[in-house]
């Protein structure tokens, strides 16, 4: 396959190295400032998941009945039948936290539970948050984004929404967010410069995975299946569909094409499979642990509609929405931004109008599903996180602010914005991402518009800005240890420096060869090239 001489890829090598470069600088920037947070205030949803690892690997059972009562790892968050208590949670981030669990106990490792916590947060949930913050600068700037605007696009969005927060605590989104992206990123920018059969495989079990770790995350791959879908379609030039304006050579034979999306669906099915075989082992039949919960509350809860899904009511899509309660765009303000840049995205071409369509599929899809649950509010936590994965998506929009060709007041927008966003979220993630909901189930399940809420979010606010924080060692930072919490806050922002250092201000590092009549930034490119 010949390129073109002139463009930025005909030089290997220099370009693509400060590409992959800078994203390991801002993963590493944002594992570092996960690795100097830790929350002991566990919960009942960590330690319903914890508890399944610890029996899983020194029990090898699934049942938690040594553990569902015993502190610290009591847990309400439970399954009942035949005479033994299981994790009422789908199984993704256990599965994933079994290896390196079992690995430090074959060593001869014994940890407290607190110990076990930080490991097992930090290695299975940490890490995929390092991921999705390089995922998506490596998205942002292949979506036109100016590399430097980028850096701090993805800082906003990390730091200032429910991201960082829910990277610091034993929860499923991040692992799930990390693998759907992953998953986007092979369709949109696959290593063949098209789908085969191996990496429709990849993308399949990836998505899989993700339902795997909750799922909520359904919407988010129906999304990306649709994306699948026409991506493959415009590679087997079947129906006429071009979405894509990055393909280049020949067209997929049709048979090879049903190979491509065969792959995908078996990838797709095998980690469900591997839910299904786990629920049949112990209740006998595929089936979700919620119908076998112990509180009747969630129980019933979750046989209303589809699984605690029914028509959305409009007061808590206030409450969700701009409400300070738990309003999405009161606490991350760059959200809103993000929305506008996935309209603006809609009206561009290629994969910009893909991702814009998509970013908009994930934020509509994902409010009006989160005001029909039966608990809307998400029991304790910093926000709505039943929002979490259209994050994986929607924050790209992002990118649109970032382009040289925009005004600059667009520019100077998102940094105002992004900075208010960081100031608001950042203070809750770091105190405790699982903030007491401070108001009764009653009252919160028949809210209206007019019921006077109680914003416990406000109070942790006041104890960071009026440095009350520094008073309280167990329930922050490096496990109290506050000269730790420094110096990995100077580690951190010496990343982020590095990573704008070392990335060139304007130029895009990527080839960018695509087709005459429709290019990605609407140019004419040239001629596509046969595969030889």
Known sequence: MTTNDSSPASRPGLLQNWQWRTALLIGLAALVACAIVHHPKTGWNVNTRLNLVFAIVDQQTFAIDDYHELEPYATGDKAFYEGHYYCDKIIGLSLLAVPPYAALRMVGWSPTFQQANYALRLLAVSIPGAIVAALMWLLMVRLGAAPRRALFAVAAAFFGTMLFGYSTVFYPYLPGIASAMAALWMILFPRARRLTVRNSFAIGLLCGFAMLCDLTFGLLIVGIGVV??????????????????????????????????????????????????????????????????????????????????????????????????????????????????????????????????????????????????????????????????????????????????????????????????????????????????????????????????????????????????????????????????????????????????????????????????KSLDGSAGPAPQPIR
């Open 228 to 517: 699948f879908l026409i991506r493959l379609l415009d590679q087997a030039a079947l129906f006429g569909v071009r979405a894509f304006a990055d393909m280049r050579g020949m067209s997929s034979p049709k048979n090879t094409a049903l190979k491509i999306l065969a792959a995908g669906i078996i990838g797709g099915i095998l980690p469900l499979a591997v839910f299904v075989l786990y629920s049949i082992s112990i209740f006998g039949s595929p089936t979700i642990p919620y119908a076998y919960e112990v509180s009747d509350r969630f129980r019933e809860g979750m046989q209303a509609g589809l699984m605690g899904v029914t028509t959305p009511r409009l007061a808590p899509l206030w409450f969700i929405t701009l409400h300070p309660f738990r309003g999405l765009f009161f606490w991350s303000p760059i959200l809103l931004l993000a929305a506008g840049g996935s309209i603006m995205q809609t009206r561009s071409s290629g994969r910009r109008r893909i991702i814009g369509w998509l970013g908009l599929w994930c934020l509509v899809s994902y409010l009006l599903f989160n005001a029909g649950y039966y608990m809307w509010w998400s029991g304790w936590s910093m926000g709505s996180r039943l929002l979490l994965p259209m994050l994986a998506v929607t924050p790209l929009g992002l990118a649109e602010w970032c382009r040289r060709d925009r005004a600059k007041g667009l520019w100077w927008t998102i940094l105002v914005i992004g900075t208010i966003s960081i100031l608001l979220s950042a203070p809750l993630s770091l105190i405790d991402p699982q903030i007491p909901q401070g108001n009764d189930d009653e009252v919160l399940a028949e809210t209206t518009f007019a019921t006077d809420l109680e914003i416990p979010q406000f109070v942790y606010l006041q104890v960071f800005y009026n440095g009350e924080i520094l008073k309280h060692p167990e329930v922050w930072i490096a496990r109290g240890n506050r000269g730790l919490f420094l110096g990995g806050l100077l580690i951190v922002i010496g990343l982020f420096a590095a990573a704008v250092f070392w990335t060139p201000p304007k130029h895009l590092p990527f080839e960018r060869l695509e087709l005459p009549s």
